[in-house]
């Protein structure tokens, strides 16, 4: 049976301090969850670039950087189903992340996307590519999984007929390289995402779920609403038809990421609505 996971990017702003990070990890725990997804930007100290970008884009990590977030999972009875990093930390220092996963005890590392990358270029989708390959089969030795974990910036077209993330599948080792599908951005390129869970097979071991939609209440300004982030079975997906796809190639965790656009403006709150929904069905 899949493990039931949050991603710690949305618990930024209720872990302003060890206390406050370990009460929310046992409402995490409360709901119904049964991990987390680790970033490695939040479990050790980072820049104050990285500090600002995540904030201006709405998803403050919090100063969690030196928080005992080991013992605080034990104390919460969660575990850690992954650890997303950069593909720059692993190809820099891969023995200090191999490390990191051990000792939280997981076996997969998360490729999180690459910055200031133009995934429309093919030499340089190629290149991404090389760099997945060789780094996957350097963890690999260590016994940890690389994953890649898309947004919406790989449906960019590099040919015609073809997107980054068709060459990603295509051209990646499954030895080595595998998928943490994230449904929220494919459906916002436009893209099918069961489409995509169904070309990705056992090749997606980790599913990203969120729900799209609007919170507008009353009547609108315009006819045309801008859609967002929304609690599981509150938004306009399939999500019904997803999960299921997803079980059917046993990933190992069904994880929630929602973005800002939270219930009450809570992601505690947020999160145990959409509890409500996911525990249907795991």
Avoid at 50 to 65: D, I, Q, S
Wanted: charged share 25%.
């Amino acid at each position: 049976m899949a493990v039931k996971a949050v991603q710690q990017i949305m618990l930024g702003t209720v872990c302003k301090n060890e206390a406050q990070a370990l009460e929310t990890l046992k409402a995490v725990k409360a709901a119904g969850y049964d991990g987390l997804e680790l970033n490695g930007f939040m479990i050790r100290p980072t820049s104050f670039m990285v500090r600002m970008m995540t904030k201006a884009a709405g998803m403050p990590v919090g100063k969690g950087g030196n928080f005992d977030w080991k013992g605080m999972l034990a104390q919460a009875g969660l575990c850690v189903v992954s650890v997303h990093e950069d593909l720059g930390s692993i190809k820099r220092d891969a023995a200090a992340v191999i490390r990191e996963a051990q000792e939280f005890g997981t076996d997969k590392v998360v490729i999180t996307g690459m910055y200031r990358f133009d995934y429309s270029d093919k030499k340089a989708v190629a290149g991404l590519v090389k760099d997945l390959n060789t780094c996957g089969q350097t963890l690999a030795r260590s016994g940890i999984r690389l994953l890649y974990h898309n947004h919406n910036c790989e449906f960019r077209k590099v040919a015609k007929g073809k997107t980054a993330y068709d060459i990603l599948i295509e051209e990646t080792d499954p030895e080595c390289v595998n998928f943490e599908l994230d449904s929220y951005w494919p459906t916002e390129a436009g893209i099918s995402a069961i489409t995509l869970m169904k070309k990705l097979g056992g090749r997606m071991k980790l599913y990203h779920i969120n729900d799209r939609g609007t919170k507008v209440t009353g009547p609108s300004m315009t006819p045309i609403l801008k859609s967002d982030s929304m609690e599981l079975g509150t938004g306009n997906m399939d999500l019904d038809e997803l999960i299921r796809q997803a079980l059917d190639v046993n990933v190992e965790a069904v994880i929630l990421e929602s973005h800002k656009n939270w219930a009450d403006k809570s992601p505690i709150r947020s999160l145990q609505v959409s509890a409500g929904f996911l525990n249907q069905y795991i």
